[in-house]
């Protein structure tokens, strides 16, 4: 239930960070996804089912304020979430490098899907400009960025969250 | 006891996967009703907002203040410079000046022939401060600090000093989210103020470091439009007032279907640093149903008189 609680208001203050603060510490108006950094680590950290969750609520906020159809960013962050709880007990998450790489993997995913499903089908067929103007930049700076906050994450899962030692969200472990 | 045990130890086990189509279910019916038939998800963002929103407002303080703190702090050498600086732009704008006011004449003339002036200052506005912006990167929407209490409906046209802005898209009691025109998804139905002609402008992602916007179905036989042609809403949008400027052609081209002209509109407001905006709190459709009905009040009050 604590866990819960910490995870709701770490999820509200995440989407309030993103949609200002880090609005304004834009580099030539790209943003670092604040929101995307928070599943991967809470998935690497708690498993899928909490990377899933945690997906799945920061993604509704997105939607129910900015979002054009409601349910699109839900459902790709949930996927990123609970995808990267499969790093969940195969790598320690102490190690940097691990969310790092973790989340440059779902951002591209991420903004590959927004622009698949968002801009693809309407007929904006330019990849490759999209592609170098906002999502490798984006990769990057998100990168950088996870590189911060990952280390606060990593504190308030803990310090203030109950601890995940079970087993069984693990797949690869015999039982 | 242990066997039941064991069964919800299962049972949870296989729960993270089926959780996953449960929600990918609930995610895509969401999206297909949405899609489908227009479900709103009002309610859901309305309570959110009213978690969300006083801290966006405060944060959004917090910052304005911080701003006005590190002003204060200005290096001795800068302000010498800037006033240099200011200097010459008073002597460029006093020659510029000169100029605008011959042209004032002129001014006032066009103005009093396409009464844009007036359908400007006509129109009641509520001015507003932008609090949050899309937390991505692929579309241009941003939130502000009045809502339906401020009497800002959905459809409301957002401009700022200089010209179009965008459109309120979901309102909430004290926020209201605004698609800007440089949106991906943005549409506006325009015309030249010179000729009347109209055509579409459409927000263009790849354009946006540019400050402009992609324009299409200009129909110009007689190459009538030119570059630096004034653009405003056109008066047969059904979203948009009439007359709001957008922007001056910057570059124009034939299509391949030898009819219609494409190009592209230099935008005068600069979104990356637009701060305050204004919401015009009239929608183009009320004065289409005022004046439909009044129509039909005309229409019926003839049909007595006949009786």
Known sequence: MKSKIVLFFTIIVCFLLQSTLLQKIAIGSITPNLLLILCVSMGLMRGRKSGLWTGFFSGLLVDLFYGSVFGFYALIYMYAGFFSGYAFRIYYDDDIKVPMALTAIMDLIYNLAVYGLQFFLRGRLGIFKYLYRIIIPEIFYTVFLALIVYKIFYYINHHFMNATRKERESIWVLK | ?307
């Open chain 2, 1 to 307: 006891m242990k066997n039941l045990k064991k069964k919800f130890q299962f049972r949870i086990h296989l729960k993270s996967k089926h959780l996953l189509v449960i929600m990918t279910f609930f995610c895509g019916s969401a999206v297909v009703s949405t899609l489908a038939s227009g479900v709103t998800s009002e309610p859901l963002a309305e309570a959110a907002g009213m978690i969300v929103v006083p801290f966006e407002k405060s944060i959004d303080g917090i910052g304005s203040w911080i701003g006005e703190i590190s002003q204060t702090f200005q290096d001795k050498q800068e302000l010498i410079n800037k006033n240099q600086e200011l200097q010459d732009a008073v002597d460029t704008l006093t020659e510029q000046n000169n100029i605008l006011i011959q042209n004032q004449s002129e001014l006032s003339r066009l103005q009093e022939l396409y009464k844009l002036d007036e359908e400007y200052s006509s129109y009641p506005k509520v001015a507003a401060r932008i609090i949050s912006k899309d937390p991505g990167n692929w579309y241009d929407t941003f939130m502000i600090n009045r809502g339906s209490n401020d009497g800002i409906r959905v459809d409301n046209n957002v401009i700022s000093g200089k010209g179009l802005v965008g459109i309120v898209t979901e309102v909430g009691s004290n926020w209201a989210t605004v698609r800007a025109i440089i949106d991906d998804s943005s549409y506006v139905s325009v015309m030249t103020v010179g000729t009347d002609d109209n055509c579409v402008v459409t927000g263009d992602l790849e354009l946006i470091d540019e400050g402009k916007l992609r324009f299409s179905q200009l129909y110009d036989k007689d190459d009538k439009v030119t570059v630096g042609e004034r653009i405003v809403t056109s008066n047969i949008s059904d979203k948009y007032v009439e007359g709001l400027f957008v922007g001056y052609v910057s570059e124009l081209e034939l299509d391949t279907n030898n009819l219609t002209k494409t190009g592209t509109i230099v935008t005068p407001v600069d979104f990356k640093h637009l701060k305050d905006v204004f919401v015009i709190t009239v929608n183009k459709q009320d004065a289409v149903d005022s004046g439909s009905t009044s129509q039909e009040d005309a229409a019926e009050t003839g049909q007595e008189g006949t009786e």
